[in-house]
């Protein structure tokens, strides 16, 4: 079935450029998303990126997709401390009569002031 | 624009207490809605999803069920819960053609 894989943690000093890794399975996604989650609150989409796309630039993020790889990356320029949060990376397919999204664990970023 | 409410924010329930958890959508007509569940140091686990009213599909079998009395109300119910059931509820919803899914705040459930 469909997976999403995440490496749970990083770390960055303010100031320097964060980027997230996410691996994924399902070669028939059309849209992959970034999600970011502050503590306690829900999730808030940040960005996302169709299938036919290699890079998306949106101010101080950019989202690499390498779709031979499965691999898609989020880079967050310039890392200030209110970035502190998990960071999900989810695929779009399509479940029984609705379009499913397929979370990762989630990144836990951590900005050092 | 579309808001969507959780009701409640945190609750504290005993082990083999009903549960009653509210999510409503506003600004938005034949929403599809999602519940999740977020336990400690986990990813989301999809519980259920509903694709219009009366309709629910249930992605994890366990002692929570789903409702959808009206279109834009999604409710997660229990008639006794586990210790396991603890974690950080969240309800979503997205447009019928499309993947991407807006989420609510969030309940944050504790079972004693």
């Known amino acids: 079935g469909e997976d999403v894989e995440q490496s749970l943690f990083l770390s960055v000093r303010e100031g320097d450029s964060s980027v997230i890794n996410c691996t994924y399975t399902d070669s028939s996604s059309t849209y992959l998303y970034w999600y970011k989650q502050e503590p306690g609150a829900g999730l808030q989409l940040l960005t996302y990126?169709?299938?036919?796309?290699d890079m998306k630039q949106d101010q101080r993020l950019t989202v690499l997709l390498n779709k031979k790889d499965k691999h898609l990356s989020l880079r967050i320029a310039d890392t200030q401390t209110g970035d502190s949060a998990i960071y999900f990376c989810a695929e779009k397919y399509s479940g029984a009569g609705s379009y499913q999204l397929t979370f990762g664990k989630g990144t836990k970023l951590s900005v050092i002031p | 624009s579309q808001t969507i409410h959780q009701w409640p924010a945190t609750l504290v329930q005993p082990v083999g207490s009903p549960l009653s958890l509210e999510c409503t959508v506003e600004g938005t007509s034949n929403p599809n809605l999602y519940w999740y569940r977020q336990a400690a140091g986990r990813g989301l686990q999809l519980l259920f999803y509903s694709v219009g009213i009366g309709q629910i599909s249930s992605e994890v079998p366990q002692n929570l069920s789903a409702s959808r009395p009206q279109d834009r109300q999604f409710i997660l119910s229990s008639k006794k819960l586990l210790l396991s059931d603890s974690g950080f509820y969240l309800c979503?919803?997205?447009?019928?053609?499309?993947?991407?899914?807006?989420f609510g705040p969030g309940t944050r459930l504790t079972v004693l």
């Open positions: 979503a919803w997205s447009y019928r053609e499309e993947g991407e899914q807006f």
């Open positions: 990126i169709f299938s036919n796309m």
